[in-house]
């Protein structure tokens, strides 16, 4: 019996530590850089603050752009369908503070949160457009599998059955 606890802990303990270690996916575009004082970089800053109030306050999904031609900025913000406003509101204002602190001078920005948000801006219209987070293979095993599929199973069966 003891055996058993043990090793349901021990899974438990790998599973919850697993997830408290998610973090967000921030990526920073290599489409150009701004001045933080500049006029962009003013737009920039005022568009991400209307994002939390904005997206929490109107289910979840809000987009906007501010300023003219070289100085627009684009925004896009969305919350998780199952997020509270507070919650929308904190995960999408962490996001931001996120963002800015990692690409502090990039025309272009994105984070995908572990937690049930998404900001998003950029000096070019993205919205309706479907594009790609990185390389399209680096979660697929594109080879064929070599691995001995019984004696994977073997050892399968028996970690379950020691849960």
């Known amino acids: 019996m003891w055996v058993k606890f043990t090793a349901l802990s021990s899974v438990l303990s790998h599973l919850l530590l697993s997830i408290s270690l998610v973090e967000a996916f921030i990526r920073c575009y290599d489409t150009g850089n701004f001045t933080i004082n500049s006029t962009y970089g003013k737009n920039r800053d005022l568009i991400l603050a209307s994002l939390p109030p904005n997206v929490s306050e109107k289910g979840g999904f809000f987009t906007a752009n501010v300023g003219q031609n070289a100085y627009k900025v684009y925004a896009l ?3 998780r369908g199952d997020s509270s406003r507070d919650d929308c509101y904190k995960c999408v204002n962490s996001t931001i503070h996120d963002l800015i602190a990692n690409c502090p001078n990039q025309k272009e920005a994105l984070s995908w949160e572990g937690q049930p948000c998404h900001v998003h ?3 070019r219209s993205f919205y309706g457009t479907l594009e790609e987070l990185g390389n399209p293979e680096a979660g697929y095993n594109t080879g064929d599998i070599k691995s001995n599929l019984t004696e994977f199973d073997t050892v ?4 379950m059955d020691t849960v």
């Open 77 to 79: 913000g969305m919350c």
């Open 121 to 123: 801006y950029a000096d």
């Open 156 to 159: 399968w069966e028996s970690l």
